[in-house]
């Protein structure tokens, strides 16, 4: 079946690092990515819609400068968070839904990312 | 705007008991999608249904059921014979017709006591 898969699953780094994931479709094509992030014992927020071969979309609140979406291919779509900080860490999640009728979207299985 | 949400933060019964988890969603729209993951604790979200607006007939698959009431903006999930594996965090959340993009519940975590 549809699957997504999400690299790296967890990141540690220092502060003002960038750090790049990947979310990709592995056996679909998707127009569309979405991006979440999930503090701990928190729900899932939705950052930006991601738009293959155009700019993402972002929700009210996140920076665009600092949450860098690009969306090259139809089957790969990048966050990368620059310059981050302590506040940025958290668990971050892609979904993609296959082209269809009443196609379920798929989450890739997430990145935590630990910003020391 | 859109809203889901799941009263119960956390609950906990013992295993084999029935549990019903609750979530209530406001949306302007006629059409829309409704749908429930679970979440374990390695994190990653495990999808469970999905059901469009126009559907309300309720869903049975295994030990678990899905009552969908519009007139009460209700779709509440219910694991009959709970085990030890359905422990996790539950979403509920909810979509425009077309869109995929998902506006989620504060989610339910689930004990289930051996």
């Known amino acids: 079946g549809a699957v997504v898969s999400q690299h790296p699953s967890r990141v540690i780094c220092k502060s003002g690092t960038s750090v790049k994931i990947e979310c990709r479709s592995l056996?679909?094509?998707?127009?569309?990515m979405f991006w979440y992030r999930q503090f701990p014992k928190q729900s899932l927020m939705l950052m930006a819609t991601s738009n293959e071969g155009s700019k993402a979309t972002y929700e009210q609140g996140v920076e665009k400068d600092k949450f860098l979406i690009n969306h090259a291919s139809l089957t790969l779509s990048t966050l990368t968070v620059t310059s981050a900080h302590p506040e940025d860490s958290s668990f971050y999640i892609c979904?993609?839904?296959?082209?269809?009728?009443?196609?379920?979207?798929?989450f890739g299985d997430g990145t935590r990312l630990s910003i020391l | 705007a859109q809203k889901v949400t799941q009263a119960q933060t956390e609950i906990s019964v013992v295993e084999k008991e029935d549990v019903t988890l609750d979530c209530v969603y406001e949306t302007r729209d006629t059409t829309y999608y409704l749908f429930w993951y679970k979440q374990p604790p390695s994190g990653e979200l495990v999808f469970l249904i999905r059901?469009?607006?126009?559907?309300?007939q309720n869903e049975i698959s295994g030990r678990y059921s899905w009552n969908f009431q519009k007139s009460t903006s209700s779709f509440n999930f219910t694991i009959t014979a709970s085990q030890v594996v359905d422990s996790a965090v539950y979403f509920c959340?909810?979509?425009?017709?077309?869109?995929?993009?998902?506006?989620f519940g504060t989610g339910t975590r689930l004990t289930i006591i051996p």
């Open positions: 056996d679909f094509q998707a127009t569309t």
């Open positions: 979904s993609a839904t296959p082209a269809g009728p009443n196609q379920p979207q798929h």
């Open positions: 959340a909810l979509s425009y017709f077309g869109n995929e993009k998902l506006t």
């Open positions: 059901r469009n607006s126009f559907d309300e």
